[in-house]
Nanobody
């Protein structure tokens, strides 16, 4: 059983920063890509940022230059440093990991709320 546990969401004012963390636990051989998605009511979940095992990154255009994704492979943890937050960044943020067991499956965290007030 693979579990992803997120932390770090909250309420901040525009221009402030937050750091999200997501740790994978359970029995698995390894983790391929890890990343973050977000979702607001009535909209589809969208990619925010992702990072490969080797550190290659990919960002949504709307967050490039403000958000930084990183990972610690020794801790099976992915981070999202969010700077210069805007009200439009308000959403539920979900951690995602492509985990290798007897096959490679996509796992999701439970979601953490990020609210940015103007």
């Amino acid at each position: 059983q693979v579990q992803l546990m997120e932390s770090g969401g909250g309420l901040v004012q525009a221009g402030e920063s937050l750091r999200l963390s997501c740790a994978a636990s359970g029995s698995f051989a390894g983790i391929n890509n890890m990343g973050w998605y977000r979702q607001t009511p009535g909209k589809q979940r969208e990619l925010v940022a992702e990072i490969s095992t080797g550190g290659a990154t990919n960002y949504a255009a709307s967050v490039k230059g403000r958000f930084t994704v990183s990972r610690d492979n020794t801790k099976n943890t992915v981070y999202l440093q969010m700077n210069s937050l805007k009200p439009e960044d308000t959403a539920v943020y979900y951690c995602k990991a492509d985990v290798r067991t007897s096959y490679t499956g996509r796992y999701w965290g439970q979601g953490t709320q990020v609210t940015v007030s103007s």
